[in-house]
Each structure stands twice: as structure tokens, then as C-alpha cells.
């Protein structure tokens, strides 16, 4: 944890250079959020057969059957899922990152000497270049300012509303369209065999949260995620008030994950998703548990449907938060699961055609 | 919240000259811990009819009756109980401070130089005049020595042992056997309303997650507490693990309770009970939100079966902490109910006799 640190520390991962590649500031083409949840009556039913899809509902059956030597009472069948590459798309920039950039113009309308103060007056600018090359302090200065300093329910209104309007430059959908369609099965599947799914991203807590509940069926209170302080006062009527504070709590990635799920839930999980080196050392904190567990990776192997990157590209494992080469090595030896995006999923999102 | 006091925060309302009242660390007497969760059928068998009984039919019947304007749909049913003096007894000590005293001889077990090191050495020496005179700070070191520093494994373990063998001096039975039936009753009727409860207290979370389960049939994930960050490590083979850290993230007091109610559940609850100053934010924040929302006092009026405190002792509205007059007249004026122990509870523990 870094709790000097005044950004949020969702930035931990962003390639400053994979800005460039973001579209113009999203215009506001309002449409209405309506993420596919559908599933067919089958568990599973967006999964090829293979070892993937087996290694998932042999761990149910193991943990579920009164009978297995595995099971687990109910009330400690616990599992965790990263967000960004694991339940959605995380390229070519983290969405929350999009949703910071968009929001620069509001905050320097309420703030006008800001207008020429940088880096603002760059990303005014929609030089994509030159955003691109921002300093990492820069970026931190638009977490802050786009983050913090509003209450908690201005806050979510106003990512609600961006939501509502904000679209994937590849896709020209809503980001919360962009859900991994199998990913949703899985949790539906563990759910429905009395498993509480909770999300632990390197993301915004408070950013997650509303939409978690729409689009994954997460209550908010099972949201974990890199949070920052809140601050209590009062309005001139004396109505009581949080206000977002610039203050990092947690950096829920990497040793931040385990320290979250022990903080938020304070139970270890029976079964963690990932996809980067962000996620090891949850997965390895699930792993070291007792009986049946479940550790997960999803390998972004379909540079068609979504994304090659990773060990797919033969990235190299000096690239940290990616799922490196020496993240494939642990996983093989550790007997943690590969999900082939390319070869174990029929269909990426709900919006594909079934094949 | 004091970001930069490394003390766990848990002793933000003891009053040390009551340390003088403490019974000689307690004996390792054994016996199993068998708190009484007993109930009739009927809901809130254990409460007089009056008014604060009727205010939690009333207020149960708005929200769950879908007819009713002041329906609550069930995933937003929260309700917040404090725990010290609102669902066990908090005097003469808080029970955490009597854990910490009597774990301080482990310690120096472990580290021999502290025999002769202030304020170790007059903990050792039983001396309950000079505890009593310990300084803030000197309370605050044995805090933290003794609730930071060990895995939270193992944390867990020592406070189960103490548990299982320390006694109130009052009664001679365990700290969880000294739980309000009344308030046990209220909890079991309104999760059987589809209510949420959670704990919000200014208590450690890891403390209370300890029995929270067993006592009030609260999981650990709904336990919201004062908190410190813990360090991720591995052990000689491996084996990833958490260890305490003297770092406060959360004083869950104050203040501090609507801002852990929003990191910890991120909804407002909408019905929240308490006893003293510290539930004050928590109680008006609840009572901030639209719709049906109740806040409860428990007033310590009852000095023959438990103590009598606060405005039933003219307590002066300076004694922060407790349940001051200044409270007392925001409650009459905000129209929170106050719960009177000597005339709303039929009984005050599961062990009581019936009247």
C-alpha cells in the first residue's frame, strides 16, 4: 500500500503510451446501458468443452456434495474475480481511465483557472499525442481532481451518466456491454450453488459499485476495490454528507488484493479469477487455503474476438501487470488454470452471435 | 480519522480510572462459550409493550409490506447495530481493553526486554491503581503490542482462547454470554424481514469478526469495525500470509462510522442502533436518507440488573462518549427512540429469569 500516496491508484497498470489510442472524448451518444445476462438454461453454456470448463464444475461438485471430502459449508464459499481482463475489456485503456479523462471538462468548468493549468489544459487540448505523454504524476493530478472532492452521491451520478453515453471506440457500445458473456455464466453457475461472488479490482471501489449490480448481478457491499477516505460533514440545513477525499486507503492490486479481501471480507476465497500480475497474489493467497480451491487465468489469446496480449504475444515478463511469462511459469507448476479465450469460450460477449 | 496515530483507535472512550475496577487478569478458567440465542416464537418476546417495541413493529411493517409508500425493496434492508452498551455490556471496561491487559504477559513472554519496560512492567504487576493511571499513550502501546504485529491467523486463535476463559467480574461468566437478549431479538426479526444486519463499531473488526458468527449470527463480512492495514508476506515454504500492521485505516467511531458504513456496505442503512456519542454520526446519517428510516438509543437506566449511566445518572453533556444530554435532546428533537433497559426489557440477558 502506498498511503502517502494522494492518487487513487487506480493508474497502477495504465501503458501511458495506449492513450494515444483512445478515441476523442466520448461524445454523449446517450443510449441505454442494457448488458446481456442472458444464459441459457445449461451451466456454462458459452464454454467449450475442455479442461477449463471441467476444472470449474469439478470444483462445484467437490465443494457442493455433501458427500465430497471437499466440501464446504455455505457459508465460506467465497469467490473472487478481478474486473479489468477478467470480466471485461481492459484495452486498450482501463474504462475508469476513459471516465477521468472524460470528466476533465466538467471539473475545469467549475474550476476555471485550471483551464490553463496542466495537465488539463493538454487533455482540453484532445491532443491525443500529446496526453499520451503525460507524466505519470500528470495522471495522477486528473485521478485526484476527477476522483475526490465530491460527495459519494455526486460522485455516482455522475459516473451513471457517463455510462449512459460513453462508448468503446472498437465496439461504439457502452463499456458495460463489454462483459465477458462466459465470465457471467460462471458467476451465475457458483451463485446458484450457494457461492457469494465478490469483485476485487485495482479499480475504483466506488467506481465499480454502480454498475456491479446491473451488469454483474454484485450487490455493492461485495464490490472491493481501491478505495479512498471519505470525509463527514454537514450542509447548511444540517443534512449530514461524505466527501471523497484524496486520501488512498487501499491500492486493492498485487499484495493490496489479499490485504482487501481479508479488510472487506475477512474470509479467504475457495476460488479467485484473474488475468495479470495484479492477480497473483490473490490467487496465490486462495491457493494456500485448505481443501477444494479454484485459481483462474484468463489468457487473452483471440486477437480476433478481443485481444492477443500477454504470453499470447510473447510479452516479456520484465512487462509487470500483464499476464507475464513468469505468471504462465507459477500457474503451470502451481496446477492453477489457463482459460484460452480463443479456444474455450464460444463467444466472448452476449452481443456475439452464438457459433 | 487519525490516518497518523498508530494506535488501533479502540480506545477512543475509555475512561482509565475504570481500569481501577478490573478484575486480576483473568484466570484461565475454562468453560464453553454457550450464548444464549434463545427466543419464543413470537418476535421481541423479551420486550415490555411501549413504545420503542412499537416503533420497530411499526417500522418493520412500512418497509416490508409491499402496499405500504414506504416500501423497502429487500436488497436495500440495512440495518446497523453499535455493539459496546447497545448489544453487550461495555462496563466497567471494554471488553477489547480487559483482551488486551490480560494478553500483555504473552507478550512479554515473546520479548523478554519489555518486563522492565514502561507501561508493560505495571500491567505485569497487577497493581490496578497504577493501570489505572496510565496515560493515554501508555494504554495506546499496549494496544498496539498486543492487536498488531502476529498474523491475523493467529490473532484469531488467541482471542478465541481468551474467549473461551475470561470471565466479567460482575457476573463470572464469559463476555459473550453478557449479550442483550432483547437486541438479539431485534436482529433475528428483522433478518426474518429480510433486513441485512450488520455490526458498525468502535471496536476492532478482527476482534468482533472473532465471535460475531456464534454471538449474534452475524458473518464475519458484516462486521464493520475500527481497523488497521495488514502486511502481505510469505513464509520460509512459501505460504503466503497477512500480519497485522499498527497502521489505522478506520477509527470506526464518530464519524467514522458513517464513513466505514460507506467503505465497508456503501448503502445507507435504514435502521441504525446505538448508546452512546460515538453512534451519533451513524444515527444521523441513517436518518438523512427518504422514506421509512429508524434510530434507536439503548438508554442504561437499569443500575439493579445492569448499570445505570449517561442522562439516567445526569451525566453532564462534557462526558463525550457516552450517552450525553446533548444527545439525549437530539433524539427527542429528531425523533429517534429511545429504548429504556429498565422498562422496555422483559430481561436483559438469555440467562435471566423470565419475569
Not at 466520448?26 to 448488458?35: D, G, I, K, N, V
Not at 464444475?57 to 459449508?73: E, I, Y
Not at 455522475?158 to 462508448?167: D, E, N, R
Request: charged residues 25%.
Amino acid at each position: 500500500m502506498r498511503p502517502d500516496n494522494p492518487s487513487s491508484g487506480i493508474n497502477r497498470r495504465v501503458v501511458i503510451s495506449s492513450i494515444a489510442l483512445l478515441p476523442a472524448l466520448s461524445e454523449a451518444l446517450f443510449s441505454t446501458a442494457a448488458p446481456g445476462q442472458t444464459t441459457s438454461d445449461a451451466p456454462l453454456a458459452s464454454w467449450n468443452d475442455g479442461a477449463a470448463k471441467q476444472a470449474i464444475l469439478d470444483f462445484v461438485r467437490a465443494t457442493t456434495d455433501q458427500g465430497s471430502p471437499k466440501f464446504v459449508s455455505p457459508e465460506d464459499r467465497i469467490a473472487t474475480f478481478d474486473q479489468d481482463g477478467t470480466l471485461w475489456v481492459e484495452h486498450p485503456i482501463y474504462s475508469q481511465v476513459v471516465y477521468c479523462l472524460d470528466r476533465v471538462p466538467a471539473v475545469v468548468e467549475k474550476d476555471q483557472k485550471l483551464k490553463n493549468v496542466e495537465p488539463f489544459k493538454t487533455v482540453l487540448s484532445g491532443n491525443r499525442e500529446a496526453i499520451a505523454k503525460l507524466p505519470q504524476q500528470d495522471l495522477e493530478k486528473i485521478l485526484a481532481a476527477t476522483l475526490t472532492g465530491m460527495s459519494v452521491d455526486d460522485f455516482e451520478a455522475q459516473v451513471k451518466k457517463w455510462l449512459s453515453s460513453a462508448k468503446h471506440e472498437r465496439w461504439k457500445r457502452p463499456y458495460t456491454e463489454l462483459i465477458y458473456q462466459p465470465m457471467l455464466e460462471v458467476m451465475q453457475y457458483l451463485r446458484s450453488n450457494g457461492f457469494k461472488t465478490y469483485i476485487v479490482t485495482g479499480g475504483g471501489q466506488d467506481f465499480v459499485r454502480v454498475y456491479s449490480n446491473q451488469v454483474y448481478g454484485i450487490p455493492v457491499e461485495q464490490v472491493v476495490g481501491t478505495v479512498g477516505g471519505t470525509k463527514f460533514g454537514y450542509r447548511k440545513d444540517g443534512t449530514p454528507f461524505l466527501t471523497k477525499e484524496p486520501k488512498l486507503l487501499l491500492n486493492d492490486d498485487n499484495a493490496g488484493k489479499p490485504q482487501g479481501i481479508h479488510l472487506m471480507i475477512g474470509r479467504r476465497p475457495h476460488a479467485a479469477f484473474g488475468n495479470s500480475g495484479g492477480d497473483r497474489e490473490m490467487l496465490e493467497y486462495t491457493g494456500a487455503g485448505d481443501g477444494a480451491r479454484l485459481m483462474m487465468l484468463v489468457l487473452h489469446d483471440d486477437g480476433h474476438r478481443e485481444y492477443a496480449y500477454g504470453p499470447a504475444q510473447g510479452l516479456p515478463a520484465s512487462k509487470v501487470g500483464t499476464f507475464s511469462q513468469v505468471l504462465y511459469d507459477e500457474a503451470r507448476k502451481k496446477g492453477w488454470n489457463v482459460i484460452s479465450m480463443k479456444n474455450d469460450w464460444k463467444r466472448i460477449f452476449a452481443f456475439d452471435e452464438r457459433t
